[in-house]
């Protein structure tokens, strides 16, 4: 199983507010989980990425939360800003699968002034 | 440094032409990806070229193929386009190694409108 499943579709967030994302996976062979940011009219960019030897990864407002036995990992976006308004997308890969990720279908975040 | 540069940013074909799409790599970045990324199949992987190797390959028909010329540049082509191919083609690069560890950077796209 390739697939990596991801909610909501769409989240609409107030300024200052809590945003998170939830993604799903089957694959264990999967070792690696990045998230990527994406603005209109711009390809997508890393955010932020984990490996499952850790539970969880911080860094500034956005943290992602890994849980391995449940085979999910989710994306937090603490006091939401405008400006992170994007669409989001998890991905997961192996540590020998090059370039290959796997991408769930994406978040469109929209976060209200 | 520059990003990754892909050109033209959009096109237009009809059914059954073929296309080529080109992807400039970060300088120093060896390895170059393919992703097509549309509204109902998100994004998905097409194909990884390093040292002018394809080194991995998704789930696409032989119609999708591609190269990575000696300076690491790579090119895609689509032959007989079907409408079906109209997406965003992402280009992406990254230092080397097999590991998906090794952060990819991704350029902006070419979007290809097939009629």
């Known amino acids: 199983q390739q697939q990596v499943k991801q909610s909501p579709q769409s989240l609409i967030v107030q300024k200052g507010g809590i945003s998170i994302i939830n993604c799903a996976y089957e694959n264990t062979a999967f070792d690696y989980f990045p998230w990527y940011q994406q603005f209109p009219g711009k390809g997508p960019a890393l955010l932020i990425a984990i490996r499952p030897d850790v539970s969880e990864k911080k860094e500034g407002r956005f943290t992602i939360s890994f849980n391995k036995s449940a085979k999910q990992f989710s994306l937090h976006i603490m006091d939401s800003q405008p400006g992170d308004s994007a669409t989001y997308f998890c991905?997961?890969?192996?540590?020998?699968?090059?370039?290959?990720?796997?991408f769930g279908e994406g978040t469109q975040l929209t976060v209200n002034p | 440094k520059a990003g990754v540069t892909q050109t033209p940013r959009y096109l237009i074909k009809t059914r059954g032409q073929q296309v080529t799409l080109s992807c400039s790599p970060i300088?120093?970045?060896?390895?170059v990806s393919w992703y097509q990324q549309t509204p109902g199949q998100g994004l998905q992987f097409l194909f990884e070229?390093?040292?002018?190797?394809?080194?991995n390959k998704g789930n696409f028909p032989g119609r999708f193929s591609g190269r990575q010329f000696s300076n690491s540049r790579s090119e895609m082509n689509v032959s007989t386009l079907e409408l079906g191919d109209s997406a965003l083609y992402l280009c992406?690069?990254?230092?080397?190694?097999?590991?998906?560890?090794?952060?990819?950077?991704f350029g902006p796209g070419t979007r290809l409108t097939v009629l």
């Open positions: 070229y390093f040292s002018e190797t394809q080194r």
């Open positions: 300088s120093g970045h060896r390895s």
């Open positions: 991905a997961a890969g192996t540590e020998t699968s090059g370039s290959r990720l796997t």
């Open positions: 992406a690069s990254r230092v080397a190694g097999t590991s998906s560890y090794n952060e990819q950077f």
